[in-house]
């Protein structure tokens, strides 16, 4: 199948999973993941209507974001050491991996000296707070007794713009569990700063659970791109 049909074929599913939770048609977006697959593939996506993908590894993404320029966005969805919080403002369109206040910083550093350079003109970088939900920071994600502390630094920030919260289950948890809880979570900062945030939560294996639990933005890579060429 063609990457077009791939992507065709996973909008149905969520589409399907929407009406299965009695949501609204649309209100799903899909992220498609292209690690490990070239610009080529990435364009075929946006030919489909597609303007954002996710990225894990930020040399890679850079060289990708380099080539394809306003083509289409790529957002930073993997771990952000702190040393390279420069380079990714400078050409990141969104980070779904946002775990630290120093990474903030950094972020908010980055933007300003990108915008200096003339690397960029969006002003604003939309952030994602990655949330740990069992605490263990070494796979990503801040601890949530630390989400509140890294909210309010994004929005005090001139340059960063919280745009909602980002997880990943951990192995032994039960993923509705974790969806269901990080939705209460989205909510209620969504009621605090009076504006609508979003919930990433849900890839390959579990999004259409994910969607059922709320979740609005499904992080999909082989069943949109095939297998990754490269390991």
Known sequence: MTIAENIKAVQ????????AAGRESGSVQLLPVSKFHPASAIREVAACGITLVGENREQEARDKAAELG????????????TKKANAVARWAAEVHSLDSVRLADGLNRGMALALERGDRTSEILPCMIQVSFDGDTARGGVALDGVGELAEVVEKHEHLELKGFMVVPPLDAEPAKVFEELRLLT????????????????MSGDFEEAIACGSDIVRVGTA????????
Request: hydrophobic share 40%; charged share 25%.
């Open 12 to 19: 149905e599913r969520i589409r399907a999973a929407e009406q």
């Open 70 to 81: 306003d083509e289409c966005g790529i957002a930073m969805i993997g771990q952000i050491q």
């Open 187 to 202: 909510d209620a900062y969504a009621s605090q700063l009076d504006r609508p945030l979003q919930l990433s939560a849900g």
């Open 224 to 231: 949109v791109f095939g297998p990754r060429p490269v390991g």
